[in-house]
């Protein structure tokens, strides 16, 4: 397989040198005597090169006291579509079609900013927590940080991710279509555990949260929600959150919909009624063919994608390869995945990668031979509520085109003669 | 709490001045008309101050295609005691104390070099399968990537973590005592998957696995554990491994001691015996009482550590602290862990974070109250093997002064009414 974005670094000056001596061994690799007298001749041709790495020692330990990934590895970040309307409202992508397991590296883990990254210094943030509460109370850094603690592995998706497969389906890459879309283990406090420290009123049914960053962004949260396992996270996988995923303070609504956990987090109101910000009126609705719009529509679809082979893959080799690709669910654990290879007349169940957790992604596989010959590849999945993940047609039937949050249809790819792969609706 | 080592960034010159004018103000951070009437008198004056953050958009998207820490973080980094006397022989910490939840970032995961990092070309890079085979084979990273693949949740830990512990127990730090630890996703091929590939001879009982650094490190690993659960890895934290952390393939043997992982895997050969390298004769073995050692001692013993408070920390105040910390065991899942605060009189049993998962980092959690006297913290892992960590004294009468490796005792910190915490036995 060959990554199409894969531009590889240039090797240093004396590599270049040896690379140009091992092509014409035909490749090189290995210690003089490393190979048993049965082994093909080209791979005795190889051996009888010994590469510049290991002929002197390498770099020094603490090289790098905070580690960053191999220069060959440079081309795998995150990107997004290019400029848009408004300074500071913007997204990127995870490059899910270069990442294996289910841990997202936080380095590569998707943003959406609606104003910017704010640079927010941790001695200096405070979150306030007040409204229908017994005592209004004003928290640091180190107060929250004190509480008792919970770590959870929970995907986070925005809910536009894939917004664009509705009507125009035209993504060439598996990170810009679905690319919204990251899996942490999160660590902070129970938001439960802040609310019993501030007594709330019985009457309380609704609680605003509000970032520090200059849109001010806003959500309503149902106290359901804020009781049962709402996290005010502040560490993500293992360490403090980076500035551009809420540092050093955010929301965390595990299956909801990646706006409402809101980054910066500062203020936390308890009302009686949803406050109807911007962000829940004017904007994050669905609306409908009548007229009409979705509101509050928090959780997050079950829903799955191939992300190997993707259109960012180019097929070199007919016979073995494996099909790889995430599953998730707002709703629960993934019960199941099918996979099609053959534009949905068949389906095999594919593996689960164990463990598979709680609204987390889950990684499924399935082995596939290809011909050579055309094929359309499809994963279809299924949450423990029963929850399976529709065709674009039927999800079309059930909420029209005038939606841009919450798709969650089968993707497919179509796979070329010439081992190019395709958005198979665009 | 503090941490001894954060010396945060400086603010940029804006903000400086900022802090300046907060500080007048007793702290800031919240917009005006933030607060209910019913707040403290010192939160209505915060809330006068909106901070700079919120008063103008922040930083673009993609500011950092892939992502750092905030500056206000950097000193949490991997450390070390300084050089070694071998160039490129050397190891580096990984921070537990500023670590949450189990998975560790990788740019902060621990470093043990023989000789340095080797730079790594993946097109180059080969490994090659050969001795007690029927079809010796060269693979390149291509080949093994295409194989079927899992991904698993394990631990890492040096062989040699805590060792200053046995006859010198004066770390001041819990990175520098216990940081040769790390917990990461792990992403390759099984090694048997490999083995099919090639045929194993019945009469090949071990395999000799070495590595493309300038130490060629080496070591025979056991069929069994090839054939059980050995992986090939080329994906750590859903992202291809970094150089120090064996660029572009490794060797992973869940619950063994970390050297044997063998780092940039170039060579594997099948043979009747062990190959008695130099890494499993003259070092990686451990001097008992009566002049013999044990040699082969593959497994990591149950073992656990508190993070949370340890001598890198300060108790500021008295009152609630959550005691957090880290267990792990080679044989298997963490059963129980108790946490003792009078020095070993009583043990409690402490809150195991779920998942729970078979030789991976196991956080736990005990609630305390400091009275502000003096304390002694210590935790006791137990594991589902029903191994439970001994004290210092108990691993002495069993094996002596004279090992370096496999120290597993239980770690004591001592709490001074100061707040300051030391290492009981320094």
Redesign the interface.
């Known amino acids: 397989?060959t990554n199409k974005n894969e531009k590889?670094a240039q090797?240093?000056s004396g590599?270049r040198r040896f690379?140009r001596q091992?092509a014409g061994l035909g490749?090189?690799?290995?210690?003089a005597g490393?190979?048993?007298a049965?082994?093909p001749a080209t791979?005795r041709a190889?051996?009888l090169t010994v590469?510049p790495?290991?002929?002197?020692?390498?770099?020094?330990?603490?090289?790098?006291?905070?580690?960053?990934?191999?220069?060959?590895?440079k081309n795998?970040?995150?990107?997004?579509r290019g400029a848009?309307p408004m300074?500071?409202a913007?997204?990127?992508m995870t490059p899910l079609q270069?990442?294996?397991?289910?841990?997202?590296?936080?380095?590569?883990?998707f943003?959406?900013?609606h104003?910017?990254?704010?640079?927010?210094?941790?001695?200096?943030?405070?979150l306030?927590v007040?409204?229908l509460?017994d005592r209004?109370?004003?928290f640091?850094m180190?107060d929250l940080?004190?509480?008792?603690?919970?770590?959870r592995?929970h995907f986070l998706e925005c809910s536009g991710n894939t917004g664009r497969e509705w009507r125009a389906p035209s993504a060439t890459s598996v990170q810009i279509s679905h690319g919204l879309l990251s899996c942490?283990?999160?660590?902070g406090v129970p938001l439960s555990v802040v609310l019993e420290e501030v007594g709330v009123h019985p009457e309380a049914a609704w609680v605003l949260a509000e970032g520090?960053?200059?849109a001010?962004m806003t959500r309503s949260v149902p106290m359901a929600k804020a009781l049962e396992d709402a996290l005010l996270v502040?560490?993500q996988?293992?360490?403090?959150?980076?500035?551009?995923h809420g540092?050093?303070l955010r929301l965390f609504l595990p299956g909801f919909e990646g706006n409402m956990s809101i980054k910066?987090l500062?203020?936390l109101k308890l009302g009686r009624e949803p406050f109807m910000t911007r962000e829940e009126t004017a904007k994050y609705t669905d609306s409908l063919p009548d007229g009409s719009a979705r509101q509050f529509t928090f959780l997050m679809d079950v829903k799955s994608v191939i992300t190997f082979p993707a259109p960012d893959h180019v097929l070199r080799d007919r016979g073995?390869?494996?099909i790889?690709g995430l599953a998730w669910s707002g709703h629960g654990r993934i019960r199941r995945v099918d996979v099609s290879v053959d534009g949905g007349r068949g389906w095999r169940e594919a593996k689960l990668?164990a463990?598979v957790?709680d609204r987390a992604l889950t990684?499924f596989?399935l082995?596939w031979r290809w011909d050579g010959g055309p094929a359309v590849l499809q994963s279809r999945a299924i949450d423990e509520a029963g929850n399976v993940q529709p065709l674009p047609d039927q999800l079309v039937a059930a909420r029209g085109y005038e939606s841009t949050y919450h798709y969650n249809a089968i993707q497919a790819w179509r796979v070329g003669a010439d081992g190019r792969i395709a958005n198979a609706r665009a």
Chains 1, 2 share one sequence.
Not at 27 to 31: D, F, K, N, Q, S
Not at 145 to 151: A, D, G, I, M, Y
């Open positions: 397989m590889n090797p240093q590599r690379l091992g490749g090189v690799a290995l210690g490393a190979l048993a049965g082994a791979a190889e051996a590469p790495w290991t002929r002197a020692p390498g770099e020094p330990v603490l090289w790098r006291a905070y580690g960053r990934p191999a220069e060959f590895e795998v970040i995150r990107r997004n848009a300074p500071g913007n997204s990127s270069d990442l294996r397991g289910i841990i997202t590296p936080t380095g590569l883990v943003e959406r900013h104003a910017g990254i704010p640079l927010i210094d941790p001695a200096l943030h405070r306030a007040h409204g509460v209004p109370r004003i640091t180190d940080v004190r509480l008792p603690s919970v770590s592995i942490c283990e999160w660590t520090a960053d200059s001010a502040y560490a996988n293992g360490e403090m959150l980076r500035p551009e540092y050093p910066w500062r203020r073995f390869h494996e790889a990668q463990p957790l990684r596989r082995s």
